[in-house]
Structure formats: C-alpha cells, structure tokens
C-alpha cells in the first residue's frame, strides 16, 4: 500500500498539528483587524500584518458543501472508496477541508460538531452532523 | 484588432512528442492559414504546458521557431489563458510594442505525464482531497442542493456537447451520447459522473493577431474581428470562497460586452468552456444569459443544442473535440465567423468564448463578429 500523504509539518503549521495531537481545532487571529482564517498563513490576507495568533475553535460549524470520491486518485484511499469530503465553516469564519462522519452529509448549510479523530495514527478534525 | 489565423495538431495521442514540436505544427499552420510569412510576427506569447513546468518556455518555443518576438513569454491562468494572452496581444499591439503576435499552447497530457490534474491539495490530501474533479464536485452539489439543479440537466450538456463533437471530424471523442448512456455512466467525484469530465489529450493550437489594417496589407484572407474581452480572478481556493455558485466568469462577461457594446441578447453561438458540464452551468448564468439558478431548466429546454436560443460549443468543447485548455474554442469561434464551422449556425454574426482556469479561480471572456 502507498504512503499515507502525511502534511508538510513546518515551523508555521507545526502548531496546527500538534493542537490537533492535544485534542484541539485551531486558527489563526490577526492581532490588527481581528480577522480569523485558516489555512496557516504568515501573513493576515486581509490586512497584511504578520501580528496574529492561534485561538482554539469553538468547534461548531456549518456544511458548505460535499463530494463523494468512487474513486481513489491516490492508492492509499483505495480501500475507502467511497468516502466523502467536505467544505466546512467554522462559526468563527475559518473555513477548512474536512470530512462528515457517518451517516455522512445530507444537506448544505447542516449544522456540524467537531470530533478530532485518527487516521493513520495522526489526529485530523473531522465533523458529525447535530440535530437542529 | 482580429484574428488573422488559426492552427492545430490533431487532438488526441501524440506519443514521444514534446510539447514544443506540438507548439511549433499549430503555429506554422496558424501562419499558413493566415497566408503570412514568418518573418512578419514579432510576438509569441504562449500558455506554460499544464503537465510538464520548464522554466524559460516562452523563450525555448521562439528558438524552435528562430525567432526573436519584441514581445513574448509564457501566461499561466490555467484554460483561462488563451483568451487572456490574445487580449494581452491586442493591447501590446495598441501599445506600439508589436504587429503581429502568435498565440499558442500545446500539452501532451495523454501520453506524457498525467500527474498535474491529479495532485493532493497539499496538507489537506490528508482528508483525501485530490484533483481538480473534487472542486468542481463541491461547487455542483451547492448548485444542486441550492437551486434544486438535477443529473439530467447536467446529461443534456454532456450531449449537447458530444453530439456536435461526433459531426467534427477532428474530434477526438466522436461517439455521440444519449441520456441513458449519461445516467449510466459510473460516479467519479460524486455528483461528477465520468461523462461530466473532459478528454485527456495531447495537441496544440494557435492564432496570429494583428490589426485590421495590418490584416489588409498582409492580404489575409478571412481576418475575424475582436469585438471585446475581458477577464477576472476569483484567485481563492474553492474552499476559500465565500460563494461556491458565483464565480468571476460575471465580471469577465461584464468587462468584454461593455467593451464589445454588447449584451447576452445580441449572441448567436457561444463556445462556453466545459471542463466540467457544471463549468457551463455556471457560465450561463453568470454571463447572464440566464438568471442564477435558472441554467439548468435553459439546457433541459434545449436552449444549448444547434437550432436553440444560445448554441453552444459547435466543434464539441472540452467535452468531444479536445480536453486542451481552450485556445480550439477560440478558434472554433474563428470558422463560426467565417462560415466554416462543421456545425455551421446560420447567420451567425456574434460569437462569444469563455475560457476559465483552475476550479474556475480564474476566467477570461471574448466576442468575435464578422
């Protein structure tokens, strides 16, 4: 079986993944203009400034949308096709790729809850939907 | 400003052929179609091959053609690039800073390496978040889930499309498609079928631009005016994007039919940039031809198909001619304004093209008339 395509852990993102490791979803802050993103950037998009800082999610957030893979465009999946992907936004604004734990997505703008789990023996986020 | 010349290889396989021997067939048929000598082109401006990145390729393409353009390099905007460079010709051209410019690209994606369409999305392939089909996926589920948007309208594209491709006869995919054939065929990324996704192919294509009057003294032949071009850049990853069903096809259309002195109504055929059908979907309507969320009931009424309100991709699209990224819809626009298309629309005086690039990051928009 192929590699797991493990993430390029840099000093920028090292704290990203080892807050998931603890449990935790972060983001990043800017210090300036109060503006929220993720991926990890250096630099705040909106204002420019390198002032920011990692705050912890709350973990509530919202289905943007979906796709389901049939196939693997990587060997390492190939078993767990089909598996979904999804487009998930934070209720503080971040937006990241993620997936939906079963029984899987069902509608855009779901109501999610975070739940960090495993794969390949390192933590990633991954949601549930909640009742509304 | 026109289009003097149009060139290509044939699409499909090119085994051991580089994408520079692939460059340099579309040209000299460009040149030749345009009936001008090569001596008279002082600028070459050409898309970076998506398959295979060479530093310097611009400048290796004007080697193997001996030639020292005033202007020229390479443009990277992904499919949104041909219409861009022609646009960025034309205004070098105004400028003063060349006369006649070759446009040209040329991939070889179906038997040279494959890799680039279907890389990880960096850190997050952990998720399993691979190739460019996925971000197309994400934006058609928001469509469908939003605008109630459903599979058979997306298979009245693929049709569309496929039909006219198998009247081409240098389409590389002419085997003609029904609806049951659509629905049958298997799920990729879903809700992207196989059939909502575009050929591999390797081939190249190429224009000469020039001005009018250059045109006339050159005694170019059949010269197919430009009548406006625009683009814009989303330039945010599809995930990044606060809209998933609007895209900056809106504000390239807005730029190229103010320029054009044009609106939606005043376009007899359209070569509307199908990578994936949703590509077309979203293309409609941001270009106004019909209102947001409304392009799927437009295609189901057979406003797209030859003898509708808006035909669209004559010589079969990305979809049956060729997966290349978008300068032959260009070109197919050239032979619609000149009368010669394969699929000829009658009286046709107004050609739109959209090309588009990356998970529609980015797009440009162009209108020929005769």
């Known amino acids: 079986m192929a590699d797991f395509p493990a993430p390029e852990r840099t000093p920028l993102t090292e704290p990203y993944w080892a807050a998931l490791q603890e449990g935790r979803l972060t983001f990043q802050r800017c210090q300036q203009c109060r503006h929220a993103w993720l991926p990890p950037r250096g630099e705040c998009p909106e204002c420019l400034e390198a002032d920011w800082a990692w705050e912890q999610a709350s973990g509530a957030g919202r289905l943007v949308s979906w796709v389901i893979y049939h196939r693997a465009f990587h060997d390492w999946f190939r078993d767990l096709v089909p598996y979904n992907v999804a487009i998930v936004e934070l209720e503080e604004g971040p937006r990241l790729i993620s997936s939906v734990l079963p029984p899987g997505p069902a509608r855009i703008d779901q109501k999610l809850a975070l739940e960090i789990g495993a794969v390949a023996g390192m933590n990633v986020p991954r949601f549930r939907c909640i009742a509304e | ?370």
């Open chain 2, 1 to 370: 400003m026109v289009i003097a010349g149009i060139g290509q290889t044939e699409y499909g396989r090119h085994p051991g052929r580089d994408t520079l021997s692939l460059n340099v067939e579309a040209c000299r048929k460009a040149l030749s179609d345009a009936g001008i000598a090569k001596c008279a082109v002082d600028g070459l401006l050409v898309k970076v091959p998506t398959s295979r990145y060479e530093a310097m390729y611009g400048q290796k393409l004007a080697e193997a053609m001996r030639l020292q353009p005033r202007v020229g390099g390479v443009w990277d905007q992904g499919g949104a690039a041909p219409i861009s460079m022609i646009s960025f010709a034309c205004m070098a051209i105004e400028a003063g800073q060349c006369e006649v410019a070759i446009v040209a690209l040329a991939d070889n994606p179906k038997t040279g390496t494959r890799q680039a369409y279907e890389k990880g999305w960096g850190d997050d392939a952990v998720h399993g978040w691979f190739g460019v089909a996925a971000g197309y996926g994400m934006i058609l589920q928001r469509h469908m889930q939003a605008y109630g948007t459903r599979p058979e309208q997306l298979g009245a594209i693929a049709i569309a499309c496929r039909n006219n491709g198998a009247r081409n006869p240098h389409a590389q995919l002419r085997k003609p498609l029904t609806m049951d054939d659509y629905m049958a065929s298997p799920m990729i990324v879903e809700p992207l079928r196989r059939d909502d996704i575009c050929l591999v192919s390797d081939g190249a294509s190429a224009v000469v631009v020039m001005r009018e009057d250059r045109a006339r003294q050159l005694g170019v032949a059949t010269p197919v005016p430009i009548l406006g071009y625009g683009q814009a850049h989303t330039s945010w990853d599809v995930a990044l994007r606060p809209d998933l069903t609007s895209t900056a096809a809106r504000q390239s259309a807005k730029t190229a039919f103010a320029m054009a002195g044009l609106a939606p109504a005043d376009i007899d055929v359209a070569q509307i940039y199908d990578c994936y059908t949703v590509a077309v979907l979203m293309t409609l309507e941001d270009y106004g031809f019909c209102a947001k969320g409304q392009s799927g009931r437009f295609v189901e009424a057979g406003g797209i198909e030859l003898g509708g309100t808006l035909p669209i991709n004559t010589s079969g699209g990305l979809l049956s001619e060729t997966g290349l990224p978008g300068l032959q819809m260009v070109i197919e626009g050239v032979r619609q304004m000149r009368g010669s298309s394969c699929n000829q629309v009658a009286d046709a005086r107004r050609c739109l093209v959209s090309n588009q690039g990356g998970m529609m990051t980015t797009h440009a928009t162009m209108i020929l008339g005769r």
